[in-house]
């Protein structure tokens, strides 16, 4: 393709990106049906270019101010992430002199603003969890995620995989805390490897495989993912039920839920029963009132722990859509606890890096239903799934996954006995 379609194709993208009246990634796809011949290496150069420039947002608009033309295209010059001598054959002269002057500045000497490029009442609220590791937090999140896979341990073990990935000259390298997890640098055409063609493995972040190894989910329990989307620890769940037992899915999209129809032929898993219900009171949760051994509740949230793969959702959230958000997630998990039987276990958890989102609501919980439900500390459930350094990874009773100390996405993670 032409430097000058491809930059503009680029611009055009970011134009419909920075809307915000849509998932960043449900953006990007739609933009490649509709642009399909273009090749592997033409997709990521503009996947990368808009996730850089909804990274550093506020630095690159402030930037942009000193230039000419579409501000999408300066945008698209500053976030640039092909090829640069291909890049320079699209520019005008008052671009190269432009880009030239920019590239002169000294970042570090920015307002704090245009450094950690987010919005001022997250910036403020992480500065107040976190402290001292404001900063590194900061570079962790305007970073980019690797590639975790979780093993499906029901069809395969993890150094056969291992194995199978090195003979196609792809390092994956085991997960530092999860026992299923390989990690991959880079992002190769998974899709088209045979280990992931017949359900070896299946793309999940360490931290999500975490929470699925929390839960414990045992061969012949029953067991409700309670707001299963798309399905990565469903199907995780399944394969430590041995394809036994029952396991639901509830999700209120069927969209999501049918997303999981290709996965779960291919994990081999039929024990999963994938059901769309309307609300968390809907009469086919109220049937399985005290009957579930395990209810995973992992609560819709402002996903501000997924910011290396979704940045885009630090501009689109808001407080106002934190705090409807925390009403929301104690009527859940309000909700999934009467499933849980005698004895059972209930987990709640989240990807955001909110207290209001996490401990807030655990807290809350646990100060309402003492006497039904027993908070149990997540340090020795870790090891008891064999995780490796257990105790790195927790906060108090609970699990904290943080990008800058873990290299996972942002996760938190409660758990319950019933009495």
Not at 123 to 151: I, K, M, Q, T, Y
Not at 201 to 210: K, R
Not at 245 to 270: E, V
Request: net charge neutral.
């Amino acid at each position: 393709m032409h430097p000058n379609a491809l930059l503009e194709l680029a611009t055009e993208l970011l134009h419909r990106v920075m809307q915000f009246d849509a998932p960043a990634d449900n953006v990007v796809s739609d933009f490649f049906r509709q642009n399909r011949g273009l090749g592997m290496r033409e997709r990521h150069t503009l996947a990368e270019t808009t996730y850089t420039v909804l990274r550093q947002r506020p630095l690159f608009q402030h930037l942009a101010q000193s230039g000419k033309g579409e501000i999408e295209r300066r945008l698209a010059l500053l976030g640039w992430q092909g090829n640069a001598a291909f890049l320079r054959a699209a520019l005008l002269e008052h671009e190269v002199l432009w880009l030239e002057k920019v590239a002169a500045i000294d970042r570090a000497s920015l307002p704090e603003k245009l450094r950690h490029n987010l919005p001022e009442w997250l910036a403020d609220r992480l500065h107040a969890e976190v402290g001292d590791d404001f900063w590194p937090l900061v570079e962790a999140l305007n970073g980019s995620a690797p590639l975790d896979l979780r093993v499906n341990t029901f069809k395969a073990k993890r150094d056969a995989v291992q194995a199978e990935f090195k003979a196609a000259n792809i390092d994956a390298l085991p997960t530092p805390y999860s026992p299923w997890g390989l990690r991959i640098e880079g992002k190769p055409a998974l899709h088209k490897l045979e280990v992931f063609l017949r359900g070896d493995v299946e793309v999940q972040d360490e931290g999500s495989q975490l929470l699925a190894l929390l839960t414990d989910a045992k061969r012949g329990e029953m067991v409700v993912d309670f707001c299963a989307g798309a399905g990565g620890k469903t199907l995780a769940l399944g394969a430590s039920m041995r394809n036994t037992g029952r396991l639901y899915a509830f999700d209120t999209s069927g969209h999501r839920l049918a997303s999981l129809k290709p996965r779960l032929a291919r994990s081999g898993l039929s024990n999963v029963h994938p059901v769309q219900i309307a609300h968390e009171r809907d009469d086919r949760i109220k049937r399985l009132a005290g009957k579930i051994d395990r209810v995973l509740v992992d609560s819709p949230c402002s996903g501000l722990g997924t910011l290396r793969r979704n940045p885009d959702l630090k501009w689109r959230q808001s407080p106002t859509s934190v705090d409807e958000l925390r009403i929301k997630q104690a009527a859940i998990l309000a909700s999934a606890s009467r499933l849980v039987k005698p004895g059972g276990r209930l987990v709640y958890a989240t990807c955001s890096l909110l207290r209001t989102e996490n401990e807030a609501i655990a807290d809350a919980f646990s100060a309402e239903r003492l006497r039904d439900f027993t908070p149990v500390a997540v340090e020795a459930l870790l090891e008891d799934a064999h995780v490796a350094q257990a105790a790195a990874l927790v906060s108090g009773p609970y699990l904290r996954l943080w990008p800058h100390r873990h290299g996972t996405d942002g996760f938190f993670a409660a758990v319950w006995q019933r009495a």
